[in-house]
């Protein structure tokens, strides 16, 4: 049998990358850093531009109003408090979970660090009583949560519900409330994927309410909120910290409305 093309590289590679010079070495690297970097650069430009992608106090109460089912409720509750991705809160395990102290042990899917947040009262309470009314199916499901449904949806040996059937319940609920917004269509030029709607609101625009809603409570403390997002670097966070119309137009009437009074007292001296 013949040998593939991209093991013919690989076995060149492995021959001659021990034979090369540092500076031979960062010259590739570099090559194959740019390479991709042109390669994969149209899936990388942000869609978004200056877009808030969380949710606002409106649009969240409206989606909240809509959730019929307990176990959405309360998933859905775990990201907009807690700032969970979509990937971590399928996966939260009733071990993780620390019922004298509330705390709550996850691992990051980002960098993969175990990390503890404290779950707030209110959410603490509707875990206990959720856990308490679905006992049987969490215990079926090896102690998970969010426990995948008997409808046939997936075919995943995975006992947790799957993050596309997520999405899937999420948009709809979105939907029902009356504020999903399409705000572009994807760029697919050059692919054999077909061009798809870009809504505004996502799973993760819970996550971004979340670390939000957590800076304006520490005061735009960048390096407490970073702690919260659970990320390494607080320029990260910033991304995700959004100002809505109401705040922003308010800051820029009290600055003009500041400026004019002094000019003013400056001319009338």
């Known amino acids: 049998m013949a040998t593939s093309e991209p093991l013919k590289i690989q ?11 540092k500076h031979q070495l960062e010259k590739l690297t570099h090559t194959i850093r740019e ?10 430009i942000p869609k978004y531009g200056r877009l808030n992608k969380g949710f606002d106090d409106w649009q969240i109460q409206n989606f909240f109003r809509v959730i019929d089912k307990p176990k959405y409720r309360l998933l859905f509750g775990y990201m907009a408090n807690l700032g969970f991705r979509i990937g971590e809160v399928i996966c939260i395990n009733i071990n993780q979970i620390d019922f004298k102290t509330r705390e709550l ?14 779950v707030p009262v209110n959410l603490f309470k509707e ?10 199916e969490i215990e079926n499901a090896e102690g998970y949560l969010f426990f995948r449904e008997q409808n046939g949806h997936s075919l995943r040996a995975e006992p947790y519900l799957e993050q596309n059937y997520v999405r899937k319940v999420f948009r709809e609920y979105v939907q029902m409330a009356n504020i999903d917004e ?26 971004h309410f979340a670390i ?6 520490t005061n735009g403390n960048v390096v407490l909120a970073s702690k919260f997002a659970r990320h390494s670097d607080p320029n990260t966070t910033l991304r995700y910290i959004h100002t809505d119309k109401r705040e922003l137009y308010e800051a820029i009437d009290n600055i003009s409305t500041t400026d004019i009074e002094d000019m003013k007292r400056r001319l009338t001296k």
């Open 11 to 21: 076995e060149q590679l492995e021959r001659e990358l021990p034979n090369l010079s």
């Open 35 to 44: 390479y991709y970097s042109s390669k994969y650069k149209s899936s990388n």
């Open 105 to 118: 042990k996850l691992r990051s899917e980002k960098s993969g660090q175990l990390d503890s947040l404290i």
């Open 127 to 136: 875990t206990v009583a959720f856990i308490r009314a679905n006992r049987q």
């Open 182 to 207: 399409v705000y572009d269509t994807s760029d697919e030029s050059g692919s054999k994927r077909k061009t798809r709607r870009l809504h505004l609101l996502t799973t993760h625009s819970l996550r």
């Open 212 to 217: 939000t809603r957590f800076a304006r409570s």
